[in-house]
């Protein structure tokens, strides 16, 4: 069963501190070739798959700062083949970084600014965090994942569309929070847990909201 529960886009924001924005790595040896992409991608696994289906409502954002600094988007209102093997996953990625580094390509659909849109529907673009939050509308509400900030269940949310920023496996430094800027910071809990894992807290915490 696919799911649909809300309406409002939720777009997360995932900062691969280490994560590569060259394809050059080893699909066999993911973790150890990649900076950690590993993490990013369990990330869009998290972000935008549930049991049989895609949250039609989500995009994801891999903002990769392991030179060169490039932003990975998956937008689950469009893309195709999405499934949840990592490696398959990966590969998605991989190809978007390939299709980056060619001038001309059959695969790229059109230009969103500095995305260039496959025709599977995920979209890169060079540079940072700036040029991920810049591509997304100021009406789309910022939150922060931070253990250290207050519970996420005592939070207003609102009904207005999410973006959701939260940081790899060493966690958001002081550049990635000053782009952020204004933002509601929520807690998920007293544990720190694993990015991926971040996510569908959240997930679960904004699903059972909807109904
Ligand atoms: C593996 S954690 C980062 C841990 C890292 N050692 C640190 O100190 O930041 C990955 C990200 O998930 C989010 N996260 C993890 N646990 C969280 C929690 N309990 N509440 C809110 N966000 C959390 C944060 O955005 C964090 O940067």
Same mark, same amino acid.
């Given at each position: 069963?696919?799911?649909? #529960?809300?309406?409002?886009?939720?777009?997360?924001?995932?900062?691969?501190?280490?994560?590569?924005?060259?394809?050059?790595?080893? $699909?066999?040896?993911?973790?150890?070739?990649?900076?950690?992409?590993?993490?990013?991608?369990?990330?869009?696994?998290?972000? $935008?798959?549930?049991?049989?289906?895609?949250?039609?409502?989500?995009?994801?954002?891999?903002?990769?700062?392991? %030179?060169?600094?490039?932003?990975?988007?998956?937008?689950?209102?469009?893309?195709?083949?999405?499934?949840?093997?990592?490696?398959?996953?990966? #590969?998605?990625?991989?190809? %978007?970084?390939?299709?980056?580094?060619?001038?001309?390509?059959?695969?790229?659909?059109?230009?969103? !600014?500095?995305?260039?849109?496959?025709?599977? !529907?995920?979209? /890169?673009?060079? @540079?940072?965090?700036?040029?991920? +939050?810049?591509?997304?509308?100021?009406?789309?509400?910022?939150?922060?994942?931070?253990?250290?900030?207050?519970? /996420?269940?005592?939070?207003?949310? !609102?009904?207005?569309?999410?973006?959701?920023?939260? @940081?790899?496996?060493?966690? *958001?430094?002081?550049?990635?929070?000053?782009?952020? @800027?204004?933002? +509601?910071? /929520?807690?998920?809990?007293?544990?720190?847990? *694993?990015?991926?894992?971040?996510?569908? #807290?959240?997930?679960?915490?904004?699903?059972?909201?909807?109904?």
């Amino acid at each position: 069963m696919s799911s649909t #529960l809300a309406t409002r886009l939720r777009r997360f924001v995932v900062v691969g501190r280490t994560a590569t924005g060259s394809p050059d790595f080893s $699909l066999v040896d993911l973790a150890g070739t990649s900076g950690r992409l590993d993490v990013l991608v369990r990330c869009v696994r998290a972000a $935008l798959l549930v049991s049989h289906g895609v949250r039609r409502d989500v995009i994801v954002y891999l903002v990769l700062l392991g %030179a060169p600094a490039r932003v990975v988007r998956i937008d689950g209102r469009v893309s195709e083949w999405l499934r949840p093997e990592e490696r398959r996953l990966a #590969l998605i990625v991989q190809r %978007a970084l390939e299709e980056r580094e060619r001038a001309r390509s059959p695969v790229i659909d059109h230009e969103d !600014g500095p995305f260039l849109v496959l025709r599977n !529907g995920v979209a /890169v673009a060079n @540079g940072g965090l700036e040029v991920a +939050l810049a591509s997304i509308p100021a009406s789309s509400r910022r939150v922060l994942l931070d253990e250290d900030a207050p519970d /996420v269940r005592d939070a207003s949310l !609102g009904d207005d569309d999410l973006t959701i920023v939260l @940081g790899d496996h060493l966690g *958001l430094d002081d550049a990635a929070r000053a782009h952020v @800027g204004h933002a +509601l910071a /929520v807690s998920l809990g007293p544990t720190s847990v *694993l990015a991926e894992d971040a996510i569908a #807290l959240m997930h679960n915490e904004l699903d059972r909201r909807a109904v």
